[in-house]
């Protein structure tokens, strides 16, 4: 089986080579389940032929899908999957399921697609892209080491030849480092100040996608306590050097005191090619003596592009001098008759597989020969013969008959084309066709004339696809004209001077090879006297003289044709009508209720004049937004409040644990199957307790315990002593426990006297711009990190210190317009948080947001600025304040003394703007 996919392959490929590319299929992958996995295909042109690898599966078979809907044959190897049709059927445009892919065993974790190969036909490759996680890529971890004499605050270094998937670890991490990577880059520093002590090790660990061979670190930058640059160097690709002075050469002298800064080379000279003292060899101080060319002295070799020393080359075989005649392969027609014909192959070479048009006849089927004398399939639509070995034998060299063709004749003689011959491996082997031979009768057609003139000479050739065999007969020749014919070209005249009189008839007939294809052209008719008359062709085969020029041969003299063409369908004379995309002469268009010049418009749901999304749904199909903010998604909150929450947030704790000394103890109110938490380095070893006694298995890192029983026992409900520790054991010394109850259960669990456990607080956003980046101080509680959200899904690298939060991409992508959560934090304890210095960026056209915290946890932007908080935009607001009691925006009210916004005072009877007054006597 494996032999038909390497020859049937080479065939594939073969009909590959020299094809034009364009972006027009997608490959996406199903769920492997039950020893079947779907392949499926979006294809915006016909695909003709496909071959795809298959990893992390034992393939077995292929069938169904439209690759058996469309009649292909579809076959498989334990891991390629190959494609096409005999009869040249096509899978037409369109997207759904390809094939199903059956398989042995058990499919690995990391079933991908990898050398897809995708033929459209008619000579064009389609170039082939993957869904995501569909095509098949190489991961690892690379390590960068570093040797400093200083110590280190910070670093940034490009990565070549891979794309990064992410850094962690190593001394960056263990010594507080926030240590971000785009695709490209890798940044670390520390918030809080910390730095890497002098001395070597692993900087960081890095993830990447492609060949590690290829990995290199590139732009480095270094920087020392106070920010002082360091001046270090890359030294093979993943190691950082920085020996308390400038360095670059690395050879241990500082650049200040090295005589060379890089090397010398063998001519003495500083940073030198060698090229100095080169002899003629190009050896460095050399006597000309250690080459000797094997066309010459001193070096002569063979000239360019030759394979020897007389400039000969390799022709296509690969015969030096050669004239291609050794593996050149002949095509040729013999014992032609009655239908059949043979087809003879000379060839110096093994033949794998071949390919042929034979034109002017419809193949009705195939037998015998060398080809199916050595095992091959052939097969033969109506002018394509194709033979290649499942088994992989071939046709050995030699002259005889290939295959015998059974035929139809359509025209007079059939020729061959388009000849493709591969041998051993794929090879394309050069091929030429022989003459071609006769398989039909020529045809005899009248050309016919109608003309108010006499007739003295005429001339006209016949269009592409014809062969004139011979002219002779009508009244052209009754008349005494001499006619002859090549063959495109009819040319009638008299010696003697006579001519075919005015009137109509048959001018001469014409013996062709294939009548339907046949037209006049560049015709040419002269009168008496050597007049030219101004005929046209009507219809082919007829020559009309009027008396008169009628170019568009409607019967009016172009002298009085109001329109020498056609008018449209808008009264232009040769107009092209009513435009595309257009419904009438005046260019309108028809809107979506079908009226020409209407103005219904569809809504964003595409129903013509119809309302739109309605209020208080988030799409056309009625859906409301779930609590995590995803339109008719099926999130909840829990009862914790919790948006997709477990219960635990809120819920009573399973286990409480408390230091004793060096002892964890515990009390439990459920049963406890397993466990884990992590130190600083505290812990030297864990042993003992009920732990060990009820069987578990313990074991400690530098940095974590864990302890399970591989027998399924559990730590009975109760209260003791977990597991005995040694080592400097502190209360801040644990942290991160996670507890498992049986069947896997996650358990709630307090730790009573050391560190909280930690908790997860999200940060909302609500905004109506998009979010380009972000900042904001954490009040209340210590950020241990912050992850998820829409700034990860949108590619945000997003950085902690204790009391700050940094949210940017490297790649300039930014969370759209919307609500959701924006980032969850990790806080050591479960204090109450708020957040506080919000700085907010929008995209390149937007820049900086004056947004709001809510709620202490929600950032709010509402497209502008309302400083008053009334709900009214500044830009907007009539009064950015408050009216006083006389409707003044920010006034100071009714004046001291006064009695309204006036200024009247109140006269003697206590009315306010009043005349009273008092008289002499009060």
Known sequence: ??????YSKSILLTLFLSLSLSQDVTFTLGEAVNGSVEV?????????????????????????????????????????????SFSGSVIPPGSGLLTVLSYNGTASDDVCLTGAVVSGGANVSLDVSYGAGVECVETSTISIAYNSVDDIAGFQFDVDGVSLLGASGGDAVANGFTVSASASTVLGFSFTGSVIPAGSGTLVNLDIEGDASGFCMS??????????????????????????????????ICDEEDDCVGQVDECGICNGDNSSCQDCCGVPNG???????????????????????????????GVCGGDDSSCNIQLSFDNVSDGSMDIIMTSGVDVAGFQFNVTGVNLIGSS???????????????????????????????????????????????????????????????????????????????IFYDSIEDIAGFQFGVEDGVSLLGASGGDAVANGFTVSASATTVLGFSFTGSVVPAGSGVLVDLLVDDPSALCLTDLVISGEGG??????????????????????????????????????????????????????????????????????????????????????????????????????????????????????????????????????????????????????????????????????????????????????????????????????????????????????????????????????????????????????????ANVVNASGGEAEANGFTVSTSLSTVLGFSFTGSVIPAGNGTLVTLEIEGSGDICLSNLVLSGDASTGSLSASIENCNTIVYSGCIDTDSDGICDSEDDCIGE????????????????????????????????DAVIDECG
């Open 287 to 317: 006597d000309g003596t250690s080459c000797s060319g094997e066309c010459g002295p001193c070096g002569e070799g063979l000239p360019d592009g030759a394979c020897d020393c007389d400039g000969n080359v390799l022709d296509s075989c």
């Open 368 to 446: 015998g020969g060398t080809a199916n004398a050595n095992g091959f399939t052939v097969s033969t639509s109506a002018s394509t013969v194709l033979g290649f070995s499942f088994s992989g034998s071939t046709i050995p060299a030699g002259e005889d008959i290939l295959v015998t063709l059974d035929y139809e004749p359509t025209s007079l003689n059939a020729c061959f084309d388009n000849i493709v011959i591969s041998g051993i491996g794929g090879t394309s082997l050069p091929s030429t066709g022989g003459e071609c031979v006769t398989v039909g009768e020529p045809t005899t057609v009248s």
């Open 531 to 780: 007049s030219p008359l101004e005929a046209y062709v009507d219809g082919c085969n007829t020559i009309v003289y009027s008396g008169c020029t009628d170019d568009d041969a409607d019967g009016i003299c172009d002298s009085e044709d109001d329109c020498i063409g056609e008018y449209d369908e808008c009264g232009v004379c040769n107009g092209d009508g009513i435009a595309d995309g257009t419904c009438d002469c005046d260019g309108n268009v028809e809107d979506c209720a079908g009226v020409c010049g209407g103005d219904s418009v569809e809504d964003e749901c595409g129903v013509c004049d119809g309302d739109g999304i309605a209020d208080g749904t988030c799409d056309c199909d009625g859906n409301v937004e779930d609590c995590a903010g995803v339109c008719g998604g099926d999130s909840v909150e829990d009862e914790c409040g919790v948006c997709n929450g477990d219960g635990s947030s809120c819920a009573d704790p399973d286990v409480f644990l408390s230091l004793d000394g060096a002892n964890l103890n515990y009390t439990s109110s459920v049963n406890i199957a397993g466990f884990q938490f992590d130190h600083n380095g505290c812990v030297e070893s864990a042993t003992g307790g009920d732990a060990e006694s009820n069987g578990f298995t313990i074991s400690s890192s530098s940095s974590t315990v864990l302890a399970f029983s591989f027998s399924g026992a559990v730590v009975p409900t109760g209260e003791g002593t977990l597991v005995e520790l040694s080592g400097n054991i502190t209360d801040d010394c644990l942290s991160n426990f996670v507890f498992s109850g049986e069947g896997g259960t996650s358990l709630v669990v307090e730790f009573v006297n050391g560190e909280p456990q930690n908790t997860f607080v999200d940060i909302y956003y609500d905004s109506s711009e998009p979010i380009g980046g972000f900042q904001f101080d954490v009040d209340g």
């Open 1 to 6: 089986m494996k032999l038909f996919y390497n």
């Open 883 to 914: 009216y006083d009691e006389c409707g003044i925006c920010n006034g100071d009210g009714i004046a001291d003394g006064a009695c309204d916004c006036d200024g009247n005072v109140e006269d003697c009877a206590g009315e306010c703007g009043g």
């Open 40 to 84: 499926f295909m979006n294809n915006s042109s016909d695909v003709a032929g496909f071959q795809f690898d298959v990893e992390g599966l034992e393939l077995t078979g292929a069938s169904g899908g439209s690759a058996a809907a469309n009649g292909f044959t579809t076959s498989s190897s334990s891991s390629t999957v190959l494609g096409f």
């Open 219 to 252: 732009n480095l930058v270094v920087s020392g306590t106070g920010g002082v640059s360091l001046s270090a160097l890359v030294d093979n690709c993943n190691t950082i050097i920085y020996s308390g002075c400038a360095d670059d050469d690395g050879d241990g």
